[in-house]
């Protein structure tokens, strides 16, 4: 007697408990191959956690945005897929001394990109870490804020005197130097400047 009460007691408690709704998602044996390798190589750690990053890349860069493989418009700003050596190539080309002031312009375009597209306030620190997120999908590095410190793993450009110039720019701040090599390290002297 007492058993079927406590079956009844579980089922009302049950019916108020939202499931996950499942999906069946039938794959072509290449692509489940792929996913498995993907797996077996450790880069993913399975196929839920790799279709839910996925999901949150798909949202995070709008991919409804693009327009034709290698053409992505990002509010304002057209996204390209770039080969790195190039970017070097062009950074090596211009003097050294002008290397902070262009990268204080390319953080301010980028600034004025985020906010007018994103509605995103990047001179405001409670922001930055919604900016953090957006430059590390557009593959410009992994960004962290500890403290007074701003860390940039594994950063695109490897020249700190571009990164102070495009973060000040960018985020409104004056920063100091740490580190001449990556991981790059910038301490953040003054925020909201005029």
């Known amino acids: 007697m007492q058993s079927k009460k406590d079956e009844r007691l579980e089922k009302i408690l049950n019916k108020n408990k939202s499931s996950a709704k499942r999906t069946t998602i039938i794959l072509e ?16 750690p399975g196929i839920k956690p790799l279709i839910s990053k996925m999901l949150d890349v798909y949202r995070s860069m709008m991919i409804y945005d693009w327009r034709f493989p290698g053409e992505y418009y990002c509010g304002i700003s057209r996204i390209a897929f770039l080969n790195i050596e190039l970017v070097n190539i062009l950074i090596q080309n211009i003097p050294k001394e002008k290397w902070k002031e262009i990268g204080r312009k390319m953080g301010e375009a980028t600034k004025v990109s985020m906010e007018a597209t994103l509605g995103i306030q990047t001179s405001n620190p ?3 870490q919604e900016v953090f997120k957006r ?7 992994d960004f962290y804020l500890k403290d007074k410190y701003l860390l940039i793993k594994a950063p695109f450009i490897s020249e700190p005197e571009i990164w102070e110039g495009f973060l000040e720019g960018l985020l409104n701040v004056k920063l100091d130097v740490k580190t001449l090599t990556p991981p790059l390290v910038f301490e953040v002297k003054q925020t909201q400047l005029s």
Request: hydrophobic letters at 30%.
């Open 29 to 44: 044996k290449e692509e489940r191959e792929f996913i498995d390798n993907l797996i077996k190589e450790g880069k993913e």
């Open 135 to 141: 430059l590390r999908i557009q593959g410009f590095g």
């Open 126 to 128: 409670e922001k930055w």
